[in-house]
């Protein structure tokens, strides 16, 4: 064995000595209080994302006129929903939305955002909307992940 494999193979196996008596399990590569931080910091991330997507979504959802035009106009009259159904729609994102912001009604936020846009889901489907049923996905799991990852800012 040449004197450059020696120091390679002397370094690994030093390396990873060091870090099995660092790391216990050996199958992190951080330690729980880290872990706990990522997750921490995932979870604000996501919260702060559903807020914003929720309150900006709501709020056009709230300015539709009946004679405006575009994407979104033109997908809710497919869905046959009265003025009043569309602005109901865009009222419970708005609260879900700011629901969420506390930890004290963070599960009821989570749950009418997925509630609402699992309604979205249905009706698209109902209408033959497959496609805006399938972009929907992801934005009903991360409610139902949120209420997973639980409040990140708890003292508990």
């Known amino acids: 064995m040449s004197w450059k494999k020696t120091i390679l193979f002397e370094f690994s196996k030093d390396w990873i000595a060091f870090n099995k008596r ?5 199958a992190y590569f951080c330690k729980k209080n880290d872990r706990d931080m990522i997750i921490k910091l995932i979870s604000g991330a996501l919260i ?6 929720g309150v900006k979504h709501g709020w056009q959802v709230l300015h539709i006129k009946p004679g405006d035009t575009g994407p979104e106009v033109e997908l809710f009259n497919k869905l046959n929903l ?4 569309i602005k109901a729609i865009g009222i419970l994102s708005i609260l879900g939305a700011l ?3 506390a930890p004290q009604t963070f599960f009821i936020g989570n749950m009418l955002n997925a509630v609402v846009i699992l309604f979205l889901m249905a009706m698209f ?6 496609k805006s049923t399938l972009i929907e996905i992801p934005f009903l799991i991360i409610p139902l992940l949120l209420i997973y990852l639980k409040y990140p800012l708890n003292l508990e």
């Open 82 to 85: 009265s003025q009043a159904g």
């Open 125 to 130: 489907l109902n209408a033959g909307e497959i």
């Open 99 to 101: 629901l969420i912001l």
């Open 48 to 53: 702060l994302f559903t807020a914003y997507m």
């Open 22 to 26: 660092r790391y216990s399990s050996g």
